[in-house]
């Protein structure tokens, strides 16, 4: 694991550097240093990663993901997901106990029931009863007034979607069908804010991912992270938390030594630069890619899986 954690380096939806310096598919090769067992950690992101892109899951990945649950692997679900939407990713794979990194880091939170060998605080907001409990176990919170009125005006055709600890998700219009997995209360724009916010979701869907992130870039947002994904979608979360920083603080709770992260979008290249061994899907835009040290298979083909049986 990298000494510095990296920060969020803005990365662009259009790779611009030379195509000779992208990671080579050379993932079987650069596995051979590493095998399962309680002294790895493999920081998995969700969608695009274990899930197809209509959220369907492979019983390749699945089972191989099980795998290193019961070999002893470190398995930690890093996700923008927030509570709820974990949890259905968590209940569609079969994890019952571990610690995960939501929110894009600006929370972490134990699963199940189990001693997770570090403490935690119960967690009420946003668990469903018939799903696998939750705790929370650290958070990052912020306030973002001054970044929600740029962008409320600056994208007035955006809405805006403001997740926080105590409460339900607030949104400020209706999100395209079956994108948004939590609970969430329609309020004005000037109401979006509360002090613990943990994460704010930008969709503008009358743009692509490019033309979102220029608009953005002319706003002058200060003080948070931020990331684009491959549709005009834009995470906001407080500065200096990403991915990378929750699963070092994950690594550091469980000691372990070594670290393998894989992804395939823009919030997940912190965590790629930051592991031992970062490993981008088939799938990944080049500028995601660039920032991992080799590429797996496309998740149309189960690449995770590829990947996690190599290590068995």
Not at 44 to 53: C, E, F, N, Q, Y
Not at 151 to 157: C, D, H, Q, V, Y
């Amino acid at each position: 694991m990298s000494d510095e954690t990296p920060k969020n380096t803005y990365p662009s939806p259009e790779y611009t550097g030379d195509p000779a310096d992208l990671p080579k598919r050379d993932y079987l090769e650069r596995l051979e240093d590493y095998s399962a067992g309680s002294d790895l950690l493999i920081g998995l992101d969700v969608d695009g990663t274990i899930l197809r892109h209509d959220t369907s899951l492979s019983d390749r990945v699945r089972e191989a993901i099980l795998a290193h649950v019961a070999a002893g692997t470190h398995i930690v679900i890093a996700t923008g997901r927030g509570v709820q939407g974990t949890q259905i990713a968590l209940d569609a794979i079969g994890l019952t106990e571990g610690i995960a990194v939501v929110s894009n880091g600006a929370m972490i939170i134990t699963i199940g029931n189990g001693d997770n060998g570090v403490a935690a605080t119960d967690f009420a907001r946003g668990v469903a009863a018939d799903s696998v409990p939750v705790q929370l176990l650290r958070a990052h919170t912020f306030s973002p007034h001054r970044e929600i009125k740029l962008i409320a005006n600056g994208l007035p055709e955006a809405v805006i979607a403001v997740e926080s600890l105590t409460g339900p998700t607030r949104i400020s219009g209706p999100f395209p069908e079956g994108e948004l997995m939590d609970d969430a209360v329609l309020v004005p724009v000037d109401e979006l804010v509360v002090p613990d916010t943990t994460r704010v979701t930008i969709r503008a869907p009358h743009m692509s991912a490019v033309e979102m992130l220029e608009a953005i870039n002319k706003l002058g947002l200060q003080g948070v992270e931020y990331a684009v994904g491959w549709s005009a979608w834009m995470d906001l979360a407080p500065q200096g938390i990403n991915k990378a920083v929750g699963l070092q603080e994950v690594a550091d709770l469980l000691g372990t030594t070594r670290s393998i992260t894989v992804g395939d979008s823009g919030n997940d290249c912190e965590m790629l630069a930051w592991a031992d061994l970062g490993i981008a899907m088939g799938n990944a835009k080049d500028y995601v890619a660039s920032f991992a040290d080799t590429m797996a298979p496309d998740v149309d083909d189960d690449g995770l899986a590829h990947v996690l049986e190599a290590l068995l």
